[in-house]
């Protein structure tokens, strides 16, 4: 069981909006503003959209945004495009022993 | 350009160990902490642990703490992955990544930007 807990799938329509949560708890998500998501087609490592909550690294399309409110932070993608469709993960600095947990990751589909 | 180069798929025996490289290419080596995650076939990420080569400091999460050895060789700017005990749950891809040391959190690198392009270790009798 991961530590942040994320749908396992979503959907939508190219054009569309979607959304993916990440719910942790006060030590984790809702404590500190060091969330970030990852996108990861199959095969394929992961790939950084989103950092310290809200930042986007340079090259990240702006079509990628993200927001947290209380211990669940959120993903939105808008304008859907069929290269999007792949999965989502979430991550979180954690005052865990572990430092660092992952969400257990959300597969997008583009219908 | 950053770029991050593991070595080659490796298959094990349950009880044996495995050692991963990640060399590092672009930068200052130094200026860099190495991180390694894992993702189990059809499964999540999970982190395992860091190093920052410029303090020669570790962290590991504890589920790994005692089985896991992370390294890092300046010379070469490669760094190191050893899981011991190995058991079927073990077998994964795993993945070096590399972040600024000035974008830590408490020693710990929080969030991952350049990636390796994944190992994978099958432990299987």
């Known amino acids: 069981q991961s530590a942040l807990t994320q749908p396992a799938s979503v959907s939508g329509s190219p054009g569309q909006s979607i959304t993916i949560s990440c719910t942790g708890t006060?030590?984790?998500?809702?404590?500190?503003?060091?969330v970030s998501w990852y996108q990861q087609h199959p095969d394929k490592a992961p790939k950084l959209l989103i950092y310290?909550?809200?930042n986007r690294p340079s090259g990240v399309s702006n079509r990628f945004s993200g927001s947290k409110s209380g211990n669940t932070a959120s993903l939105t993608i808008s304008g859907l495009q069929a290269e999007d469709e792949a999965d989502y993960y979430c991550s979180s600095f954690t005052t865990s022993s572990s430092y660092v947990v992952f969400g257990g990751g959300t597969k997008l589909t583009v219908l | 350009q950053v770029q991050l180069v593991q070595s080659g798929a490796e298959v094990k025996k349950p009880g044996s160990s495995v050692k991963v490289s990640c060399k590092a290419s672009?930068?200052?080596?130094?200026?860099?902490?190495i991180s390694w995650v894992r993702q189990a076939p059809g499964q999540g990420l999970e982190w395992m642990g860091g190093?920052?080569?410029?303090?020669?400091?570790?962290n590991y999460a504890q589920k790994f703490q005692g089985r896991v050895t992370i390294t890092a060789d300046e010379f070469t700017s490669t760094a190191y992955m050893e899981l011991s005990s190995l058991r079927s749950e073990d077998t994964a891809v795993y993945y070096c990544a590399r972040d600024p040391v000035n974008t830590m959190v408490q020693g710990v690198i929080v969030f991952f930007h350049h990636w390796g392009q994944g190992t994978l270790v099958t432990v299987s009798s």
């Open positions: 672009g930068g200052t080596f130094s200026s860099y902490a």
């Open positions: 190093i920052i080569p410029i303090f020669d400091t570790t």
């Open positions: 006060s030590s984790d998500v809702g404590g500190y503003n060091y």
């Open positions: 310290d909550v809200s």
